[in-house]
């Protein structure tokens, strides 16, 4: 909070104790939870973005209160961001979907969870495949959701031993940009 105000940022107090900041950008914006706050110290950052007629909300969130508080003040944020976004894609029959820390609106249904599962491996030459097709893994998030674009199927990744972090996570990254949700297993052979 003190970077944001010595930046020059203006504080704007909510009625209950909150504070909230919004960047010159109008893109990025900032909540600090007031000292009355159950879930005091935290803060949210949200970043928007609109592209093909959609508008796209990622956030972070420190919370360094108890477990419960945390987690109630997660689950306000998710459910206050749905609502202002459905707002802000300026639609009142957009459908938002929120995907751990992100939210997507649009005109197009919110995807179905279906039972279908799907496999991605990273070898250890860090190259991937869906289900034994080979696929750069830059492309993972996008072939999925090509193939799925109105359900979300179960997505588990299943790296080689040898493969780094650095490139799990990218593939992480990959699959959560497209709003599925990834977990880590490999097929049963």
């Known amino acids: 909070m003190s970077t944001l105000q010595s930046q020059g940022l203006v504080a704007e107090s909510q009625p209950n104790g909150d504070v909230s900041f919004v960047e010159p950008d109008s893109r990025t914006a900032w909540k600090f939870a007031g000292k009355d706050n159950p879930a005091y110290p935290s803060a949210v950052r949200y970043v928007y973005t609109r592209s093909s007629g959609e508008l796209h909300a990622e956030l972070t969130i420190l919370c360094e209160a108890a477990a419960e508080r945390c987690e109630k003040f997660r689950s306000d944020i998710r459910d206050n961001l749905a609502q202002l976004s459905k707002k802000m894609a300026g639609d009142p029959a957009a459908k938002c979907s929120v995907n751990?820390?992100?939210v997507k609106c649009g005109a197009e249904a919110e995807p179905t969870q279906t039972t279908q599962q799907i496999y991605v491996r990273v070898r250890e030459d860090s190259a991937c495949t869906i289900d034994d097709i080979a696929i750069p893994c830059a492309d993972i998030g996008r072939r999925i959701r090509a193939d799925h674009p109105s359900d979300d199927p179960?997505?588990?990744?299943?790296?080689g031993a040898r493969v780094t972090h650095?490139?799990?996570g990218k593939v992480l990254d990959v699959i959560s940009e497209v709003h599925l949700s990834p977990e880590f297993g490999c097929p049963p052979h």
């Open 166 to 168: 650095d490139v799990v």
């Open 100 to 102: 751990d820390n992100s």
């Open 154 to 159: 179960k997505v588990a990744v299943c790296a």
